[in-house]
């Protein structure tokens, strides 16, 4: 099966813990994206990468931080320095940027990120 | 307001009806995208729509762009259950390099 794999499923982080969650893919995909969802909105841009070895900031990257050390994986890291960082957490990948804007993204089945 | 403001909020039909779902933006686009996320579940990309087109269709998907007036619509027909989902467009917008996700059409289908 191709796809794009989030673990865990549910996480829980007590207040001052840092906490990473998983994404990988074996689509072969270049570009790899993070997102962040609160209830009832839209999804929000955290960090993405082009390429391995590259990333860049989103819209809402302070808090959290990435690595792509791998073409198949892109942690995802929750500091306490995230004030609010309860949220639905969506991983997300596309084979690139595609030479006229962007290609279809696919998603994994997200993260939900609790802090008790 | 937001790029790709979707309308309306939330919408409830019965089962054989058809929906339409409305999408706005503000900037020049290269691409705009519609998504459907069934509850707690990821994304599922449905349809892109460039600029230069202005329909396609995708099964029981019908898509509009008019870019004249920065607007795009989602029409299912003959809806079922199984289409009770959360709907979103997604705008590639020219030089920001990333998608912007409206906040989504709460869609139910009543049996």
């Known amino acids: 099966d191709g796809g794009i794999t989030q673990s865990p499923k549910y996480l829980f982080r007590k207040e001052g813990q840092n906490v990473t969650l998983s994404c990988e893919q074996n689509l072969n995909h270049d570009a790899m994206y993070w997102y962040r969802q609160d209830p009832g909105q839209g999804l929000r841009l955290i960090y993405y990468?082009?390429?391995?070895?590259?990333?860049q900031k989103g819209d809402i990257a302070e808090g959290y931080s990435v690595s792509r050390e791998k073409k198949e994986s892109f942690p995802l890291t929750v500091t306490s320095a995230q004030k609010n960082p309860t949220a639905f957490y969506l991983c997300?990948?596309?084979?690139?940027?595609?030479?006229?804007?962007?290609?279809?993204?696919?998603f994994g089945p997200g993260t939900r990120l609790t802090v008790l | 307001s937001q790029q790709g403001e979707e309308d309306p909020q939330a919408l409830s039909i019965q089962e054989g009806e058809n929906a339409t779902m409305n999408c706005s933006y503000k900037?020049?686009?290269?691409?705009l995208q519609w998504y459907r996320q069934n509850s707690g579940r990821g994304l599922v990309h449905l349809i892109l729509i460039r600029s230069n087109e202005r329909e396609k269709h995708s099964g029981r998907l019908r898509v509009t762009l008019d870019t004249s007036k920065k607007s795009s619509s989602l029409l299912i027909t003959a809806s079922r259950a199984a289409d009770t989902a959360s709907y979103f467009c997604?705008?590639?917008?020219?030089?920001?390099?990333?998608?912007?996700f409206g906040q989504g059409t709460r869609l139910t289908i009543n049996p």
């Open positions: 900037t020049s686009i290269n691409n």
């Open positions: 990468s082009q390429i391995v070895n590259d990333f």
């Open positions: 997604a705008t590639d917008v020219q030089g920001a390099q990333k998608l912007v």
């Open positions: 997300a990948s596309s084979i690139d940027l595609g030479l006229a804007g962007y290609n279809e993204q696919f």
